[in-house]
């Protein structure tokens, strides 16, 4: 009787210790990799801002609302860009 007690506790511990190991399968990017990706972020997302602001320049209060109408959908399309390359960015980053 007292065997199969020391064998049950050495099938249990030899069973958990065969267990494998947990281990993140999911790489993450370099700290330089991501230093490098933020920075063409960066450099993106100023080109983009540009291009708002030279929308956006020779517009004033005053301008009539079909000028500003017009602005709006530039403005959107480099809105949208900058939002793709920040997911794209995010996801390269993972």
């Known amino acids: 009787m007292r065997f199969s007690h020391l064998g049950v506790f ?5 069973l958990s210790l065969s267990t494998p190991v947990s281990v993140s399968h999911s790489p993450r990017a370099a700290d330089s990799t991501v ?5 063409q972020l960066f450099a993106t997302v100023q080109v983009y801002t540009g291009a ?3 929308t956006l320049a020779p517009l004033s209060p005053t301008s009539p609302a079909s000028q ?5 959908p530039r ?4 809105i949208s860009k900058i ?5 794209g960015t995010a996801h390269e980053i993972q």
């Not at 050495?10 to 030899?14: D, E, R, V």
């Not at 500003?68 to 709006?72: E, G, P, R, S």
């Open 75 to 78: 403005i959107g399309a480099e």
């Open 10 to 14: 050495a099938l249990a511990t030899g």
């Open 52 to 54: 708002i602001n030279a």
């Open 83 to 87: 939002t793709a390359a920040v997911l």
């Open 68 to 72: 500003k109408a017009l602005a709006v």
């Open 35 to 39: 230093e490098s990706l933020l920075t």
